[in-house]
């Protein structure tokens, strides 16, 4: 399956997606947005949204902001699997309806999440994720709370049975998180769930974390109608 993917910056690329994409011979068609002549695909079999720093309302300075939300309606519309991360499940919410806000707290580095459903039962009840956000989301109506931590009420939705959104990434690489530890430092302030860049860089991302990742997407591979 070609499987398109929506990048907003460098330095938050696919990460362990690119890894189960390979071996499983499905081919990733990755649309650098943050390069010129680049664009938002029409039309996709399967989409896949990254994060990024960018706010869903700037839509000004980053006018594809507004074309991803329009693909995921038609996806949804469509039946089609869509998978968001951090700003593209943000993305996904923005599309249904939901408003995006700045969190009580900010959340950066490794804190558990708990499953708040039966939805996904193949998940454990809790596990370390790595977080790097501050804005949130509310659920879009008809949506299922997926996951939450103490920080963050939503850190998790699926909407349908073929459209799923994560606040964290389960899709970081350890290579991954040195580079937004280097490129994103500022982001970096004092608070009750910041950790310290020798904490983030002293985890090791869990086997647990690969293979919740790759189950969700076999899910949604799944969910994909038949032709």
């Given at each position: 399956?070609?499987?398109?993917?929506?990048?907003?910056?460098?330095?938050e690329g696919p990460g362990l997606i690119a890894n189960w994409a390979r071996e499983n011979q499905h081919q990733l068609k990755i649309h650098t947005l943050f390069?010129?002549?680049?664009?938002?695909p029409k039309d996709a079999e399967f989409l896949i949204v990254l994060g990024g720093p960018m706010g869903i309302n700037d839509t000004a300075e980053f006018p594809?902001?507004?074309?991803?939300?329009?693909?995921?309606?038609?996806?949804?519309?469509?039946?089609?699997?869509?998978?968001?991360?951090?700003?593209?499940?943000?993305?996904?919410?923005?599309?249904?309806?939901?408003?995006?806000?700045?969190?009580?707290?900010?959340?950066?580095?490794?804190?558990?999440?708990?499953?708040?459903?039966?939805?996904?039962?193949?998940?454990?009840?809790?596990?370390?994720?790595?977080?790097?956000?501050?804005?949130?989301?509310?659920?879009?109506?008809?949506?299922?709370?997926?996951?939450?931590?103490?920080?963050?009420?939503?850190?998790?939705?699926?909407?349908?049975?073929?459209?799923?959104?994560?606040?964290?990434?389960?899709?970081?690489?350890?290579?991954?998180?040195?580079?937004?530890?280097?490129?994103?430092?500022?982001?970096?302030?004092?608070?009750?769930?910041?950790?310290?860049?020798?904490?983030?860089?002293?985890?090791?991302?869990?086997?647990?974390?690969?293979?919740?990742?790759?189950?969700?997407?076999?899910?949604?591979?799944?969910?994909?109608?038949?032709?």
């Open positions: 399956m070609i499987i398109d993917v929506l990048q907003h910056v460098p330095h390069k010129e002549n680049e664009y938002v594809w902001l507004v074309e991803e939300r329009t693909l995921i309606r038609r996806l949804s519309e469509q039946n089609k699997p869509v998978f968001g991360v951090c700003l593209g499940a943000q993305q996904i919410a923005a599309t249904f309806g939901s408003e995006i806000t700045v969190n009580k707290e900010k959340e950066v580095g490794w804190f558990p999440i708990k499953r708040t459903s039966e939805k996904l039962a193949f998940f454990p009840e809790s596990l370390d994720v790595f977080h790097w956000h501050q804005d949130t989301f509310s659920l879009p109506d008809g949506a299922t709370r997926l996951f939450a931590s103490e920080g963050c009420l939503n850190q998790g939705f699926i909407y349908g049975e073929n459209i799923i959104g994560l606040q964290f990434h389960f899709e970081m690489e350890k290579a991954g998180i040195e580079t937004i530890l280097q490129i994103d430092e500022e982001f970096i302030t004092p608070g009750k769930y910041v950790q310290s860049i020798e904490l983030m860089r002293g985890k090791s991302v869990p086997r647990d974390n690969k293979q919740m990742l790759e189950a969700i997407l076999d899910y949604l591979i799944k969910a994909k109608p038949s032709d």
